[in-house]
């Protein structure tokens, strides 16, 4: 399908080539007209000696002379016109290009994702805080436009990942899937653009300083006062379940440490320039600021959701675990079951598993009893076992009858959650290939009506994602050292996308897409 920009290429591209076809006929014209400049001389002195009888005017030849000419002139820009589209190729939206090797291009299309997601991420921290100060009416436009770029970027996402699955042999439908979805990011960063003058307005930060610095400030308090319960509800979750179910937020509480640390900082220089009538680095010390307070947000709330997430995956197990061997007994007790002895065997040993795991944390059936040596385990993969084992016999065609969709939907919404936040809090290091996976998750997770299959496709995306995400920022190395010289937090803001740069007073991202990430340096706030 031709996105809008590439219909906008075509039409912009239909006057330069009118133009050199003008300028082809003009320079066919000039030539015949050099050309046949000897032959009219001598058919102007001819004009005066009496013509022969039977002859032919010399001046009767001009005319054929120059259309033989021009005739020449178009059929060798044709010719050249061919050769040259022979040798590059024309885009979905009719312009020409030169060819562009397809490493290059796939690199392009890598760091367009990335880019663009970079400026959705942002663009909806920054409408929160319109959002929260004019209230959701003030910012309808903008929502929209945010809705229109996720929408162009989710379909890009989804052609990577076609991209990354199938691997056409055909160069040429590689080639026309790369150049979409460089057509789709530059559609919605192009929608952002246009949105994000517009957006300045309505916040006019410069302007209403005081009170979007009061409201930044609040929201500091606040999440500075859920830290330590988060902190304590960590605590317990090391205590009362395997290592592995914490493990997605081991580092929550310290990382939203820092960057509260980072919005501590920039809160107070904002107020320090916004006193020295600075209006200009006060804004930029406010977003970032603001950049902070939401990561850390994210963070606190990531071990709460956390928490939720295994009590109730607690609360759902035993039912879960009596559903399935009830289906073990009927596909026993089914004759035509029989030619599928391995998953009916497969099934039975997650069970027998699961079951062994609830058994050592205690007699008391108390997950968090772990006297005489029990071992914790870990709810939400012993759930995801489970409901994998239920889908297996489902399978091989035994009438379950189980609630699988809403068993499955737990841990797989709790899957993409993680993922999006890891991805939201270290996107200065998370590359492309965690960035569609989660994409494509979220994509498969939305859809109506949701299907089993569709859940855990999901659900693998998203522990994919993560994985990948994770071994960026291992490669990035450590960002909490910071950039020499920084100040606190520095390198976490960095390592998060708040700071666009190594640079403390660096810019600060804020709303829009690629021409006005950033700003201009009179607004960047460096000191």
């Known amino acids: 399908m031709t996105s809008p920009l590439s219909r906008s290429r075509s039409r912009r591209a239909a006057s330069p080539t009118a133009l050199r076809v003008a300028h082809a006929a003009l320079g066919g014209l000039a030539a015949a007209g050099w050309l046949g400049l000897p032959v009219v001389r001598a058919g102007a002195e001819a004009v005066a000696a009496p013509p022969r009888q039977g002859g032919t005017s010399t001046v009767d030849l001009v005319i054929p002379l120059v259309t033989v000419v021009v005739a020449g002139a178009l059929a060798a820009y044709t010719y050249t016109r061919r050769i040259r589209r022979a040798r590059t190729r024309t885009t979905p939206g009719g312009g020409v290009t030169r060819t562009v090797p397809f490493a290059e291009l796939d690199r392009r299309s890598r760091r367009s994702l990335i880019e663009i997601d970079d400026c959705v991420r942002t663009s909806a921290e920054e409408l929160g805080w319109a959002a929260a100060r004019f209230g959701e009416e003030a910012v309808g436009a903008y929502a929209q436009a945010l809705a229109y770029a996720r929408s162009e970027l989710s379909v890009a996402f989804r052609l990577r990942q076609r991209l990354d699955d199938t691997v056409p042999d055909d160069d040429l439908v590689r080639r026309q899937l790369l150049e979409e979805i460089g057509a789709r990011c530059a559609e919605a960063g192009r929608r952002l653009d246009t949105e994000a003058a517009g957006f300045d307005l309505l916040r006019a930060l410069e302007r209403t300083l005081p009170a979007a610095l009061e409201l930044a400030e609040a929201r500091f308090r606040e999440l500075a006062g859920r830290t330590p319960a988060a902190e304590a509800t960590l605590a317990e979750l090391h205590e009362r379940y395997a290592p592995s179910a914490s493990l997605p937020v081991a580092g929550h509480v310290e990382q939203a440490k820092d960057r509260l640390v980072f919005a501590t900082t920039h809160l107070n220089q904002a107020r320090q320039s916004l006193d020295r009538g600075e209006g200009a680095k006060a804004t930029a010390y406010l977003r970032a600021a603001e950049g902070a307070v939401d990561q850390a947000g994210l963070f606190v709330a990531g071990v709460d959701r956390l928490a939720s997430e ?3 995956a607690v609360d ?15 596909a026993r007790a089914l004759p035509g079951v029989g030619a599928s002895p391995g998953r009916i065997a497969h099934a039975a040993a997650i069970v027998a598993d699961v079951r062994r795991e609830m058994r050592d944390v205690g007699d008391t059936g108390d997950i968090g009893d772990t006297a005489g040596g029990s071992r914790p385990y870990d709810p939400l993969d012993a759930l995801r076992r489970v409901t994998e084992a239920a889908v297996g016999l489902a399978e091989a065609h035994v009438p379950l009858g189980l609630a699988l969709l809403d068993r499955a939907l737990l841990p797989a919404r709790s899957a993409v959650a993680l993922g999006s936040d890891f991805v939201t809090t270290h996107r200065g290091a998370v590359g492309s290939e965690a960035r569609t996976r989660l994409a494509e998750a979220e994509r498969h997770l939305a859809l109506t009506p949701l299907a089993l299959a569709d859940v855990r496709r999901a659900d693998a ?57 950033g700003r201009s340096g009179a607004a960047t706030g460096k000191p």
């Open 461 to 517: 995306l998203a522990r994919d994602a993560e994985q990948l995400a994770e071994r960026d920022v291992r490669a990035y190395g450590n960002p909490y050292a910071g950039p020499e010289g920084a100040g606190a937090g520095v390198g976490g803001a960095v390592l998060g996308g708040i700071l666009l740069g190594d640079a403390p007073g660096g810019p600060a991202a804020g709303f829009g897409g690629p021409r006005t990430r």
């Open 310 to 312: 295994l009590a109730a």
């Open 316 to 330: 759902r197990l035993p039912g879960a675990l009596d559903d399935t061997e009830t289906g073990l007994a009927t």
